[in-house]
């Protein structure tokens, strides 16, 4: 998340196939172990589907966030949770028993703030087995490559890497692509 151009976690999307009673979502700065924010949104409708027209009702949920992480130092790291407590876990107070709640109710996402962006550090192409190899590197990791045509709108090729290579490590991507002018853009 680069916290500095502005970027946004916007709104958790999502398909319940049960009602939830109290759905919470929590930020945490997992360096400090502080709540940077945390929100009960309430109940929340599952899927359901309607016979009469032969369809399903309600099949994504959009579910608030708006959190731009202002502030935060680059490498700091970010746990992004959601809590979705089904309806036997609300209490008639209004209170939810969130510490109760299973590992199928709560997913959890890690974030790091990173402002740095990757840098290409050799770029070669093979005549012979039309093959052009990209290695680059980042101060996090790379999550895709894509090479596009010199004016930037169409894509001839695309990659993820393998988080499972390590941090900072400088992940190669080799793709077929056309003989054609193209230009190298990367992203997090």
Same mark, same amino acid.
């Given at each position: ?6 970027d ?13 009673g109290?759905?919470r ?52 790291? =970010? ?47 093979n ?19 894509? =090479?596009?045509?010199?004016?930037g ?7 993820? %890497? ?10 190669? %991507? %080799? ?9 190298? %853009?990367?992203?997090?």
């Amino acid at each position: 998340m680069n916290n500095l151009r502005g970027d946004l976690l916007d709104t958790w999307a999502l398909t319940l196939i049960r009602n939830v009673g109290n759905a919470r979502i929590t930020i945490r700065n997992t360096d400090t172990q502080e709540v940077l924010q945390q929100e009960e949104l309430g109940a929340v409708l599952a899927a359901f589907y309607v016979p009469s027209v032969g369809m399903w009702g309600n099949t994504s949920v959009q579910l608030p966030v708006k959190y731009k992480g202002e502030g935060l130092p680059e490498g700091t790291h =970010l746990e992004f949770t959601l809590e979705l407590a089904p309806e036997l876990y609300v209490h008639e107070d209004g209170a939810t028993d969130c510490d109760a709640l299973g590992k199928g109710a709560i997913r959890t996402v890690p974030l790091t703030i990173d402002n740095t962006a990757p840098e290409i550090l050799e770029i070669s192409y093979n005549l012979v087995s039309n093959t052009m190899t990209v290695t680059a590197q980042d101060n996090q990791y790379i999550a895709g490559v894509a =090479l596009c045509t010199s004016g930037g709108f169409n894509t001839l090729a695309i990659t993820g %890497s393998n988080q499972g290579d390590g941090w900072g490590r400088p992940p190669p %991507s %080799s793709w077929t692509c056309p003989r054609s002018t193209a230009s190298i %853009s990367g992203w997090k």
